[in-house]
Structures are given as structure tokens and as C-alpha cells.
């Protein structure tokens, strides 16, 4: 377990005062590591409040430069900052917020010459990239390498979240097995719902890390931010899936040794 400074302490000290909390909950989140895809509204959202919760490492990921019309959603950019990739800009704010947490940034997407490598660095994945190829791509090396991994995805004023752990939920091509053609600047978008979204994938992910409350496992909420309406489903955990199925993903019975975090996390 890593110790907390005294400056860690302070920083923290309000989160600490959370009953079932405690230090050793934020010694867990100092000590882990967690991949961030996308990096924009969604992703670099959740990731501004998993910087300010004091998790130890950030992995960025996103390729691409900022565009004007990112500026109404992507809390970590600035203006002079347009036409220049967003990772890096993302990577000098979250530092500037917290210097204590370390900070990665990979101006590229996700690949898959890539993937499998960034997946085993890390505890803990957040799914906020822009379309399913790469969506697949990190479900599939999250179910080989036993790594859980936060699905956040919205459209227009709708928007879906679950945690997904290998060997024991349903995995993405569970839920989707037929993956929509998105088109990633064919919606609308408001800032407002990104950040929603991207608050309660940040609180996911903290939940898994620490140890508390109830992560959505097995369970897809989904959300119509128009009407405040949320809902509960139980999706289908399909045995016969082809990629996290029992003749697909024979790592995923042995999830509990591959993955540090899902040790400290009750059942």
C-alpha cells in the first residue's frame, strides 16, 4: 500500500471523511492506474475528476487535433489550443490542477498494434472513445488480460454507463452484438450531458478502485437527460459470446489474479 503525503492528505482530506473511506480506500487510488480513451467531452472529463480524486496514474489516449467545435463540451481545452491535439493540452491541465498525479499522454487512437499493451498497463479502463471499432478493440484485450472496464457512450440527450468485468458481467459484444454505424460528428451534443455522463463513469471507476459502494455490474443504466429519466436493465450475459464467451476467453476464469483492483473490491 502506498503512504500519503501530508500534502495528499489535506488535498484529500474531505473525500478521507466519506464513512467507508478512509485512508486505505485513497492508498488504493494512489497505488492504481487508469486508461482513458477518447479524452474529450466524456473521457477528459472523467478524467479531470479521477485527477482531483488523487488516482495515481493517468494513461491518455486520443488521436486528432482540437477543433473549434469541441470547445462547448471539452473542459480541460483552451482556445489558443485549437488546431493542436487535445492530449497533450489535456495532460498540461490536469497537471497544473494536481501535480501529484502522473500523467501519460498518447496522441494516437486505439489499435491493434496498441491495445494490448496499454491495456496491461493499467488497472482499470474507461471506454469514451468516439466510435465501436475502437470500442471492440478495448472490450476484447480488456476480456483477454482480466482488466475491468467503464462503458460510457451518449447521443444527443441519451446516454448509457456499466462496468464490465471479465468473468463475471457481460461484455460489450454481449450488450451490442451488433454495433451501430456512428458517425462521430453526425449528432448533437451538449456540454451538459458529456459531463453528466462523465461524472458518473469517473464515480464508476472510483468505486472499483476503492472498494465502495456498488459498481454497475451486470446492469446498463441508461439515460434520457431531456426528461431526467434513468433506468436499470440486466443485459444478456451471452455464453456463446465471441469474445468473452468460455471457448474465447479462457483468461477470464482467472480474472481475480490478473487484475490488482478487482482484489480489493467485495464481491
Known amino acids: 500500500m502506498m503512504n500519503l503525503t501530508p500534502t495528499e492528505l489535506e488535498r484529500y ?17 494512489k497505488a492504481s492506474t487508469v486508461l482513458v480513451t477518447g479524452v474529450g467531452g466524456l473521457g477528459g472529463t472523467a478524467a479531470l475528476y479521477l485527477a482531483v480524486a488523487g488516482v495515481g496514474k493517468l494513461i491518455l489516449v486520443r488521436g486528432g487535433e482540437l477543433r473549434l467545435d469541441d470547445m462547448n463540451r471539452q473542459v480541460l481545452m483552451t482556445h489558443d489550443w485549437v488546431g493542436k491535439p487535445r492530449v497533450f493540452q489535456a495532460m498540461d491541465t490536469l497537471r ?11 496522441c494516437e487512437y486505439i489499435t491493434p498494434e496498441n491495445v494490448d499493451r496499454l491495456v496491461k498497463s493499467a488497472d482499470v479502463a474507461l471506454d469514451c472513445a468516439h466510435n465501436f471499432d475502437e ?8 476480456v483477454r488480460w482480466g482488466k475491468p472496464m467503464v462503458e460510457a457512450a ?6 448509457y454507463l456499466t462496468t464490465i468485468v471479465p468473468g463475471e458481467t457481460p461484455c460489450l459484444s454481449c450488450i451490442f452484438p ?17 459531463g453528466t455522463l462523465a461524472c458518473l463513469t469517473a464515480l464508476e471507476a472510483i ?8 459498481p454497475l455490474r451486470s446492469q446498463l443504466l441508461t439515460m434520457d ?20 464467451g468460455q471457448k474465447a476467453a479462457p483468461q477470464a476464469s482467472v480474472v481475480s489474479s490478473l487484475s490488482p483492483v478487482l482484489q480489493l473490491v467485495p464481491g
Open 13 to 29: 482530506r474531505r473525500q478521507i471523511m466519506l464513512p467507508g473511506f478512509g485512508e486505505a480506500a485513497q492508498q488504493r487510488l
Open 178 to 194: 451488433e454495433k451501430p454505424v456512428w458517425d462521430r460528428r453526425g449528432f448533437g451534443v451538449l456540454g451538459a450531458v458529456s
Open 96 to 106: 497544473a490542477i494536481n501535480p501529484d498525479v502522473e500523467i501519460e499522454a498518447l
Open 154 to 159: 451518449m447521443n444527443d440527450m441519451e446516454a
Open 207 to 214: 468505486k472499483l478502485i476503492a472498494g465502495i459502494g456498488q
Open 225 to 244: 437527460l431531456s426528461r431526467l429519466e434513468f433506468t436499470k436493465h440486466r443485459p444478456y450475459h451471452d455464453p456463446n459470446c465471441p469474445v468473452c
Open 135 to 142: 470500442r471492440n478493440l478495448l472490450n476484447a484485450a480488456c
